[in-house]
Every structure is written in structure tokens, then in C-alpha cells.
């Protein structure tokens, strides 16, 4: 089985601090994926990694930063903490080449900003 | 551009009851539609999905879906409702030759069982 990991499931950060979101995978997957989950919204893309230093923006990359210099992790970064950015984040991976495989995700990063 | 519509962010069955999930799609190439389940605290689990062939999915848990192209549906059922399927369910679409395999969701449903 895919196993992604998240490195912290509860966060607790303060306004304009710098944050890092980690997330490792042990599959060997080309693709990795930052989304945010807001209630009533579900489910929104950040940024997407198709390769060791690849990336794209996703829908709501503004505040946002990303990193990928292996290819088992695949780190999200918040330049500057807003209160706004409270919200839980979901890593996920899939392997690269087939549209039809399914995204496996972490148990996602319950993040408060004071 | 694709999209994903359920209909009812909330839906209560009794326990033993059918449970219908109702999910459209919006694609203009062929689909690939996905449902996922999610637990409180927990991330997104793969129900099951359509790629192409037969029409009818199963999946884990009891639970099947239809991809009904004429109308553009990609609906969750379970016969039998059970206590542990209480969670919240979100159905995905993406498509070959899509932007980077990039996954687009719905806003989810959340379902309650009542005893």
C-alpha cells in the first residue's frame, strides 16, 4: 500500500511566521500534490509537483510556496502567515503517466493561525 | 473546463437504508470520475472509480456507482446503510490529456446515519 505522511497532524502558528507543511511518500510516485480543505468548499488545489523540481500553480497558489528537491517529499510553504490560511492541508501522490490512477492522500495537516 | 456538482452537502438515511449520493459531472473529452470517502480526522480514502469499460463500479464498503454518459452522472449507492458510513463523501473528475493529471473535486457530502 501507498503510504503518505504528513509530518505533523495539529499545528498551531502565528501571524507572519514562515511554515512549513511537510509531506514524504513511499511509493516511488512521480506526481505529489498540496490541496487545501475548507468547509464547504472541498477540496483546492495549491500546487502540483510532476517531477524532483517541477511545479505548477494549482487553483489558490497566492501566499504559497512549494519544494521538491527529493522525490519522496514534497514540502508546502507559507512565506508569511495569514489568519486566513487556517484550514486543513492534503498532501497526495500518484504515479506518473496514467490519468486513471487514483491520488492517495496523508491524514492531513489541521493548521491554526493566531 | 471540467467540473463536479453534488447535489445535498448533507444527507440523512436510518441505518438499513438505501443511501444515494448524487454526483454530475461537466467534461467536454471523456471522463474519469472517482468517489472518495473521508473519516473525521483522517484524509481522502479511494471508494472506487471509472476509467472505461463496464459501466457499473464497485467498490469498497458495499458501495457502487453508474456512469451514465447521457446524463452525465456518476451516482454513489449502498444498499444497506451502516453506522460506520458516516463520513463525508467527495467525487473527482479528470480526464486524459487533462492538466497534468490534476484531480477536480466536489464540494462533498456529508452523510449521517441514524440508528
Known amino acids: 500500500d501507498v503510504k503518505v505522511t504528513q509530518s505533523s497532524r495539529y499545528l498551531v502558528k502565528r501571524t507572519g511566521e514562515k511554515v512549513f507543511l511537510e509531506c514524504v511518500q513511499d511509493?516511488?510516485?512521480?506526481?505529489m500534490f498540496w490541496y487545501r480543505q475548507d468547509p464547504g468548499l472541498g477540496l483546492r488545489l495549491i500546487y502540483f509537483?510532476?517531477?524532483?523540481?517541477?511545479?505548477e500553480k494549482g487553483d489558490i497558489p497566492e501566499g504559497y510556496s512549494v519544494s521538491r528537491e527529493k522525490k519522496e517529499r514534497f514540502s508546502l510553504i507559507l512565506e508569511s502567515a495569514s489568519t486566513n490560511q487556517t484550514s486543513m492541508y492534503l498532501c497526495a501522490t500518484t504515479r506518473g503517466g496514467a490519468y486513471n490512477q487514483p491520488q492517495h492522500f496523508g491524514d492531513g495537516t489541521r493548521l491554526s493561525i493566531l | 473546463a471540467q467540473s463536479v456538482t453534488q447535489l445535498g452537502s448533507h444527507v440523512s438515511v436510518s441505518e438499513g437504508a438505501l443511501v444515494l449520493l448524487r454526483c454530475n459531472y461537466s467534461?467536454?473529452?471523456?471522463?474519469?470520475l472517482f468517489w472518495y470517502v473521508q473519516y473525521p480526522n483522517q484524509g481522502l480514502q479511494l471508494l472506487l472509480k471509472?476509467?472505461?469499460?463496464?459501466?457499473l463500479v464497485k467498490g469498497i464498503n458495499g458501495f457502487e456507482a453508474e456512469f451514465k454518459k447521457s446524463e452525465t452522472s456518476f451516482h454513489l449507492t449502498k444498499p444497506s446503510a451502516h453506522m460506520s458510513d458516516a463520513a463525508e463523501y467527495f467525487c473527482?473528475?479528470?480526464?486524459?490529456?487533462?492538466?497534468?493529471?490534476?484531480?477536480?473535486f466536489g464540494k462533498g457530502t456529508l452523510l449521517t446515519v441514524n440508528p
Open positions: 509537483s510532476y517531477d524532483v523540481k517541477m511545479k
Open positions: 511509493m516511488d510516485h512521480e506526481n
Open positions: 471509472y476509467t472505461t469499460g463496464a459501466t
Open positions: 473527482a473528475v479528470t480526464f486524459s490529456g487533462g492538466s497534468n493529471y490534476k484531480l477536480t
Open positions: 467534461s467536454s473529452v471523456p471522463p474519469y
